[in-house]
């Protein structure tokens, strides 16, 4: 696989190809895969036509999917909760949500609806119960706050801060990552690799809100570290759905189509910035060095969004380049998709 080089002792780390990467035709493209798989004319695929509808707010925009099965859930085990929320247009293949609601009462009949699913309803997301709302943007402002176990099965736009936190040895011109092992206890993913520091914006809490909150909740670090040492560098945006739309049957939740937006930051850490575990969602923090990294990209050890948070910032930083990724352009383009939905910004 990919190998980490220097020409001389104080000259900048890269990456190489392998024979062996030719030879099996290697691409940091299947990191993306892992992630988001769904391809661009998503809507010509029957099945897709036929068991996903768009939900909608009630002049039409669309916010989201929802898969036919779990419309179906939904009927079964909160009919009448679901019908005074939402119609349903078949010939559209939309569920919209009813006019003259208002944030309000929209909002407080979508946590009634949310609360019986999690009582009553076989739908496995629902489930982790997060007591945490993401807001569905429309025009810039707050549609609807949908709580965050909902937002997988109503498959809405969702976000995130997620920070590459990196020690750059000056002498030797060696990189080393921070990277936390996450929790054998957290509901997803667990003990798979991790960002420094990642989390969801929940609402009301703005991006930097979010980046503090984090900090001290995952890593243990203060405010005022994060303040002197971080630097906004990116964002990506990718539809959640690593599956194969050519094999796949919509049959379950785990078909679910989700959008999401990461705004990216990277932590420049100095000797005496060591983060440490603080709310229990992390296991231990580890020093990787940059091929500790790459090996671990490739043997699918990191959750997979946070993979892709690394591979953009080795491309952002100059080590997966047009000379080692075969794929380079399209590796770009697939990190930041445009979605058919309104966003945050």
């Known amino acids: 696989m990919v190998k980490v080089v220097k020409r001389t002792p104080t000259s900048r780390e890269e990456i190489v190809r392998t024979a062996r990467d030719d030879e099996i035709g290697f691409s940091f493209l299947e990191i993306v895969d892992r992630v988001d798989s769904l391809p661009a004319d998503y809507e010509e695929y029957e099945?897709?036509?036929?068991?996903?509808?768009?939900?909608?707010?009630?002049?039409?925009?669309?916010?989201?999917?929802?898969?036919?099965?779990?419309?179906?859930?939904?009927?079964?085990?909160?009919?009448?909760?679901?019908?005074?929320?939402?119609?349903?247009?078949?010939?559209?293949?939309?569920?919209?949500?009813?006019?003259?609601?208002?944030?309000?009462?929209?909002?407080?009949?979508?946590d009634v609806l949310g609360k019986i699913l999690y009582e009553k309803s076989s739908l496995d997301g629902v489930k982790g119960w997060r007591n945490e709302k993401y807001a569905v943007w429309v025009n810039k402002k707050p549609y609807v706050l949908v709580e965050r176990a909902l937002s997988g099965v109503l498959g809405i736009i969702t976000y995130g801060v997620h920070v590459n936190g990196y020690i750059l040895d000056k002498n030797t011109n060696e990189i080393r990552f921070w990277i936390p092992r996450r929790s054998k206890t957290k509901p997803t993913w667990p003990y798979m690799l991790d960002n420094i520091i990642a989390g969801g914006l929940g609402y009301p809490y703005g991006i930097e809100e979010t980046l503090f909150k984090e900090s001290v909740e995952e890593a243990n670090l203060s405010k005022s570290v994060i303040e002197n040492n971080i630097r906004a560098a990116s964002v990506v945006s990718y539809f959640y759905f690593p599956g194969s739309i050519d094999q796949d049957k919509f049959a379950t939740e785990a078909s679910s189509i989700v959008g999401e937006v990461e705004y990216i930051y990277d932590l420049e850490c100095s000797a005496d910035i060591q983060p440490k575990p603080n709310d229990g969602e992390v296991d231990s923090f580890n020093v990787l060095n940059l091929q500790e990294t790459l090996d671990a990209l490739v043997n699918k050890e990191f959750k997979p969004n946070c993979g892709l948070i690394m591979v953009e910032f080795l491309i952002r930083h100059g080590y997966i380049t047009a000379e080692n990724e075969p794929n380079y352009l399209l590796l770009i383009n697939r990190m930041h998709r445009s979605f058919p939905f309104p966003t945050l910004n």
Do not use: P
């Open 47 to 110: 099945l897709f036509k036929k068991e996903v509808y768009y939900l909608t707010t009630e002049y039409g925009t669309r916010v989201g999917f929802v898969l036919k099965v779990v419309y179906e859930e939904m009927l079964r085990v909160a009919e009448h909760e679901f019908t005074d929320l939402f119609t349903k247009d078949e010939e559209r293949h939309e569920i919209q949500f009813r006019s003259g609601l208002g944030y309000d009462k929209r909002n407080g009949l979508l």
